[in-house]
């Protein structure tokens, strides 16, 4: 049985920081890619940061030089570094593992205001 659970979500203000956290259960953590997505209120789910099982990384164009995704495969853990946060970057984040198939977290709420 796999399972995700997602910390560390929370309310910001405009240009502070989170760092969202993603302890995975199972033994295929090392095997597979994993990383976060979001879902802002009114708006389809979206791919905000991957890392394969080699390291390699990708991120939606709106978070670079802003978001640093990291796993610690001997801690079966995913993290999202996020800085300099932004209005729009309001959302429901949900870390996913992917291997053969996907898996989900339950979700973060992160809410960036003043």
């Known amino acids: 049985q796999v399972q995700l659970v997602e910390s560390g979500g929370g309310l910001v203000q405009p240009g502070g920081s989170l760092r969202l956290s993603c302890a995975i259960s199972?033994?295929?953590?090392?095997?597979?890619?994993t990383g976060w997505y979001r879902q802002a209120p009114g708006k389809q789910r979206e791919l905000v940061a991957s890392?394969?099982?080699?390291?390699?990384?990708n991120y939606v164009d709106s978070v670079k030089g802003r978001f640093t995704i990291g796993r610690d495969n001997a801690k079966n853990t995913v993290y999202l570094q996020m800085n300099s946060l932004k209005r729009e970057d309001t959302a429901v984040y949900y870390c996913?593992?992917?291997?053969?198939?996907?898996?989900w977290g339950q979700g973060t709420q992160v809410t960036v205001s003043s």
């Open positions: 996913y593992l992917d291997l053969l198939r996907e898996y």
């Open positions: 199972g033994s295929i953590f090392r095997l597979a890619t």
């Open positions: 890392i394969t099982r080699g390291g390699s990384i």
